[in-house]
């Protein structure tokens, strides 16, 4: 069973950055896909959009519209953990961000933020002055 740990949420200032952290359990070889999502304040999962994926199967990314430039995700080879690197974040930010991943999706494209496998509980990110 796969099990996603996020860390690095919090709150920071609008122009501030936050590295999050996604750890996964329980997932065998490097056949898969693996990313972000997004729920704002108040939308509930029907709100919930993708940000960015990474696949180790082939290297590829994808960027949600708009934010790629501000957010690089990257993957660690040595403990697989995947990171989410978001600079001068702002008010639009603000959210609860999920990580997420899809063991029959071994390339990085928009059809991963269809209906991914297995969820992490989320982290908190919140962009205040």
């Known amino acids: 069973q796969v099990q996603l740990v996020e860390s690095g949420g919090g709150l920071v200032q609008p122009g501030g950055s936050l590295r999050l952290s996604c750890e996964a359990y329980?997932?065998?070889?490097?056949?898969?896909?693996i990313g972000w999502f997004r729920e704002p304040p108040g939308m509930g999962r029907e709100g919930r959009t993708g940000?960015?994926?990474?696949?180790?199967?082939?290297?590829?990314?994808y960027y949600a519209k708009d934010l790629e430039g501000r957010f690089i995700i990257s993957r660690d080879k040595e403990n697989g953990r995947v990171y989410l690197q978001m600079n001068n974040l702002n008010a639009e930010d603000t959210a609860v961000y999920y990580c997420?991943?899809?063991?029959?999706?071994?390339?990085?494209?928009?059809?991963?933020?269809?209906?991914?496998?297995?969820w992490g509980q989320g982290t908190q990110v919140t962009v205040s002055a």
């Open positions: 940000v960015s994926c990474i696949s180790p199967t082939d290297e590829s990314t």
């Open positions: 329980g997932i065998n070889g490097d056949r898969y896909t």
């Open positions: 997420a991943v899809d063991l029959d999706y071994y390339t990085c494209s928009p059809f991963f933020f269809i209906s991914p496998d297995s």
